[in-house]
């Protein structure tokens, strides 16, 4: 066997972007390490770059971590970008240079890259350019550029002009209309592997946003699959904010054209998408636009859900995420096992008395979100997980399945260092983020056939390999309440229980598995959430079964909540959500 080649670093922390000029060095050098990066990546851990957190610190927890149980092979680094490219060059044919007067074309630019191997390079013909240095100069290393998205006399590209479809008068929309003609539809891209992330415009109208939340660091990952890179308003009723002259709804009427076309070259399997509404920059009434930020990404959620595609959810806050593309190499046992609470146990615990009926007690369980997004999961775990508190207290860690693709690695060392009060559940719907309600017809914005026989075998493999037996959260949003053959399907690949919003009782048996109506969050600090979660218990009396979310909190924060409501409730008693689970079903015997 040959030895592992070793691990070339790449520090980013010393990029600034004060000005316009800072802006685009550092647009550039993101947009082309990220790149090429996934290139180099696809096949073997080779570039890490250090980017994320106060001076990369979660980038050299996450290499340390990994160092500590399976990278091996000694590691390098490297001065600049500059040398970077020097060291991967075999790996990189060209570039692509994309036009900064439409900033969707560096999206455009990111799926070409990804496709074809290519760096992708704002057009900018200054003599300290990154285009002009990697592309013109003498010096440099003379890239052959292959793609270039404007016209040969440097007229803009967009609106189009050609044959191939029907322009929609927007360049932003015809840009990734372009796109899907001629790299999704012709099998070009993954069509299982989408990426929502903020396009350029960030140079124009940075808004006070620091460049790591630019989310090109995100971008490696989705470069190495092959993914299609959009960034589309979902509303149909207002043109998007960043492209005012379109028609009204065009952002999202291309949304969906794109989503189709992915649809049908993935035959109706589900389509993991990365990124979220970029609340933060556009699309929403935090930067002057009409729709709510909550409605706007409940909206992008039911348009997702009825083509079949599901969301990692990279949401402002903590959504800058780096070294995907490394992390998608972790080793994965073939499954990791949960040992489920048998009667037996909650015997030895008192939470059944002699003749095996449920001993009268408030049991509340903690949904431990909210961890549908990768770069959540990626951005937590170093503050929380060595908590020396963690374990006294069950949660219910709530980490997608659908991490996996970018960060098994967050997934199989939360595992491997469990400890007895931690348990783990699905998180949002199951495999991922999306409306359960609109799996079903009649789909509103597809009018596509039911995609829940699908959607049930995805989950079940998922389960499965995982461990799950049950899913903590299912959001309906605005989408209608699950079908009865949707909530059977739910029974089925989630057996010890269901947790949802629209459910008609409070607790119910569906084929013999637990339907449990959410209690609701628990918010802002301990003191505040003991409350919460006091308000949410019945009175005393009769057993009665709570499930409370919390979003972010880490074992210290719901340590300190639930014993401070143990004192307002002497009849609390915390468990994890499968004995909160099995318990319910015994009271129902």
């Keep these: 066997m040959l030895a592992p080649l070793p691990l070339v670093t790449l520090d980013l922390t010393g990029l600034r972007a004060a000005d316009e000029k800072g802006r685009t060095v550092v647009w550039d050098t993101l947009q082309a390490a990220s790149a090429l990066q996934g290139i180099v990546n696809r096949k073997e851990p080779r570039l890490y770059l250090f980017a994320i957190g106060d001076g990369a610190s979660l980038d050299r927890f996450w290499l340390k971590n990994l160092e500590s149980r399976w990278l091996k092979g000694g590691k390098t680094s490297v001065k600049d970008l500059d040398e970077a490219l020097k060291t991967f060059r075999s790996s990189i044919k060209g570039a692509v240079v994309w036009d900064p007067r439409i900033p969707a074309t560096s ?10 191997d290519l760096i992708p390079l704002r057009y900018d013909p200054s003599p300290d350019s990154l285009y002009t240095r990697w592309t013109q100069s003498s010096e440099g290393p003379k890239l052959p550029i292959l793609g270039k998205l404007m016209n040969g006399d440097g007229s803009p590209m967009f609106p189009w002009k050609g044959t191939d479809f029907r322009s929609t008068g927007s360049a ?106 970029p609340w933060d920059q556009k699309y929403t009434s935090h930067t002057g636009s009409p729709n709510e930020p909550v409605p706007t990404e409940w909206r992008y959620a039911e348009v997702l859900s009825n083509f079949n595609a599901y969301m990692d959810a990279d949401a402002a806050g903590l959504h800058a995420m780096a070294n995907a593309s490394v992390f998608t190499h972790e080793p994965l046992k073939a499954s990791y096992p949960q040992k489920m609470p048998t009667e037996a146990d909650l015997r030895a615990k008192g939470y059944l008395d002699a003749s095996g009926k449920v001993v009268p007690k408030a049991y509340a369980a903690i949904y431990g979100g909210d961890y549908d997004a990768a770069s959540w999961l990626y951005t937590k775990l170093p503050e929380m997980w060595d908590e020396p508190e963690r374990g006294s207290i069950p949660v219910g860690w709530a980490f997608n399945p659908a991490l996996s693709r970018r960060f098994p690695t967050g997934l199989a060392w939360t595992r491997d260092t469990a400890r007895a009060g931690d348990v783990f559940i699905a998180g949002d719907s199951g495999m991922g983020y999306l409306n359960p309600g609109y799996l079903t017809p009649p789909r509103p914005y597809s009018h596509l056939p039911s995609g829940l026989p699908a959607w049930e075998k995805l989950n079940l493999a998922e389960y499965k390999k995982w461990g799950l037996g049950v899913t903590g959260f299912v959001i309906d949003g605005y989408a209608p309440p699950m079908a009865p053959e949707t909530l059977r399907a739910y029974a089925r690949f989630s057996p010890n229980g269901v947790v949802a919003q629209k459910l008609p009782e409070r607790l119910q048996l569906i084929d013999g598995v637990p339907f449990l109506r959410m209690s609701g969050d628990l918010t802002e600090n301990p003191t505040n959430g003991a409350k919460q979660l006091v308000s949410y218990l019945p009175p005393a009396g009769p057993a009665s079964f709570s499930i409370a979310r919390t979003i972010l909190w880490g074992p210290k924060g719901i340590k300190e909540m639930a ?27």
């Design 172 to 277: 932003k929309c015809d840009a990734y209309l372009w796109a899907a003609e001629n790299y999704l539809k012709k099998g070009k891209c993954d069509p299982g592997t989408l990426a929502y992330y903020p396009d350029a415009v960030w140079l124009k109208t940075p808004r006070d946003i620091p460049w790591q939340r630019t989310l090109l660091t995100n971008h490696d990952y989705f470069v190495a699959k092959r993914a299609f890179f959009f960034d589309l308003s979902p509303w149909d009723d207002t043109p998007a904010q960043d492209d005012p002259h379109q028609m009204p709804g065009e952002d999202g009427r291309t949304l969906r054209a794109v989503l189709r076309k992915a649809y049908d070259l993935n035959r109706g399997d589900f389509i993991h998408v990365g990124g979220f509404i």
């Design 107 to 116: 999206n455009v630019a990111s799926t070409i890259a990804g496709v074809e």
């Design 563 to 589: 014993d401070l409501a143990k004192v307002q409730r002497p009849d609390l008693e915390m468990v994890d959500p499968y004995t909160l689970f099995l318990l319910a079903k015994i009271s129902l015997r």
